[in-house]
Nanobody, 124 residues
Framework: QVQLVESGGGLVQAGGSLRLSCAPS????????MGWFRQAPGKEREFVAA????????YYSEFVKGRFTISRDNAKNTVYLQMNSLKPENTAVYYC?????????????????WGRGNQVAVSS
């Protein structure tokens, strides 16, 4: 198991931006496909975005395309989720996800490692 250290959540007004960061501790970052999921109160955890180990393949859920950007910096051992044009319905706890060697797909049940989650709240 790898420990995922997240940062960057908070409260923002609608239309604003936030950037989440996640770094695995004590492991070879380039061995991990990375992703982000979110969970709103009373709802299931859902896929947001994923990036392959080498950063060449990137996937987004339909509801964040064009507004959110996932990226990774293997030199800094960090994955980012830049969230722009935030909406109140984006309010949720955002979780970093990591799979060693295998890809991150759109099912939370296929994620091997989770961060503790970061609260993102968007006010109207």
């Amino acid at each position: 198991q790898v420990q995922l250290v997240e940062s960057g959540g908070g409260l923002v007004q609608a239309g604003g931006s936030l950037r989440l960061s996640c770094a695995p501790s004590g492991r070879t970052f380039s061995s991990y496909a990375m992703g982000w999921f979110r969970q709103a109160p009373g709802k299931e955890r859902e896929f947001v975005a994923a990036v392959s180990r080498n950063g060449y393949s990137i996937y987004y859920s339909e509801f964040v395309k064009g507004r959110f950007t996932i990226s990774r910096d293997n030199a800094k051992n960090t994955v980012y989720l830049q969230m722009n044009s935030l909406k109140p319905e984006n309010t949720a706890v955002y979780y970093c996800a990591a799979n060693e060697y295998s890809s991150i797909q759109d099912s939370a049940s296929r994620v091997d490692n989770w961060g503790r989650g970061n609260q993102v709240a968007v006010s109207s």
